[in-house]
């Protein structure tokens, strides 16, 4: 008996692009590889015996930030998914940052990048994205860029990488040599291991939604404290439980704070969450630059506040143990604004009493409120 031929439907793949995506993913590997990881700094304060502070430098990475790191993982998400392909005009919106690590590797791949920005973005983030080769693209209202990047992308034929959805996703949260697997790797042989607290400050909130699973993951007793600054809608999702929360005003605190509650904030695994005003973050981020002996960024001083508000506490109640937190970029970034004095009375800040109040906790103890 004859079986007649079977008539089967068939198609191949529009693009081939595999051989590009091997050699993009190479590109992108080597790069990392030439990469040491980034130092975890310990800050010597002999005033809270019992109490070890420790600083992730991410300011170090080859563009300078945190970023980085996220964008790495965007454009071997974006590879890997078949989004980014040899020719594809890549798309952002962001504050600065992530647009300046996202044009490294764009420029890295050859391939074309535009980032959509706030107009109040800093000058030197906008002279760091156009010296990798990058185009700034400014919106006047800092809650357009969503709509205005993917316009944008529309129009070139190209992809809004959207770091704000894919930040959560494009990281793996169980470790391979992600952040929060590198804290606790440089923590292992310290007195106190294992942190009280871990202090996070959220921009996408793919990073403290990375600490928090990990955390979890891996049962540590660690707590997460995410650190919001004064104008963000990030605060009012956690303590409200309203993912529709909604912040009128856009954030002064660069990298951080968002006037939406972003795809990639994830509230249920972090332990606790202050809202930092402004004025407290920049005299926080003065006090740790004369600390340190070099200037770090705003975010970093939200960062600072807040662990240093959980460590006068801890004492208050007699605990030991050893927080951690991140430096996130560099102060040089922010010479026109953050460390100029005449913008910083522009925003009706006295940082005076603030400074003070830090620089005597870290020199004496003395509760910090």
Known sequence: MSREPLL???????????????HALELIQNDQR??????LLRLDIPALDGIDIFLKDESTHPTGSLKHRLARSLFLYGICNGRIRHDTPIVEASSGSTAISEAYFARLLGLPFH??????????KIQEIERQHGTCHLV????GIYAAAEELATELGGVYVDQFTYAERATDWRGNNNIAESIFEQMSRERYPVPTWIVMSAGTGGTSATLGRYIRYKRFATRLCVADPEHSAFFEAFARGNLQATCERASRIEGIGRPRVE??????VIDRMM???DVASLAAMRVLSRQLGRKVGGSTGTNFFTLCLLASRMRADGLKGS?????????ERYGHTYYNDDWIAAQGFDLAPHEQALEAFLETGEPLV
Do not use: Q, Y
Not at 263 to 268: E, H, K
């Open 140 to 143: 006047a209202d800092g809650k």
């Open 8 to 22: 089967l439907d068939e198609a191949v793949a529009r693009w081939d692009d595999a051989d590009w995506a091997r």
């Open 263 to 268: 795809p990639s904030f994830v509230p249920n």
């Open 323 to 331: 927080l951690v937190s991140l430096i996130c970029d560099s102060g």
């Open 275 to 277: 809202r930092v005003p």
């Open 115 to 124: 980032a959509v920005m706030s107009a109040a973005t800093s000058a030197e």
């Open 34 to 39: 030439r990469s040491a990881d980034t130092h």
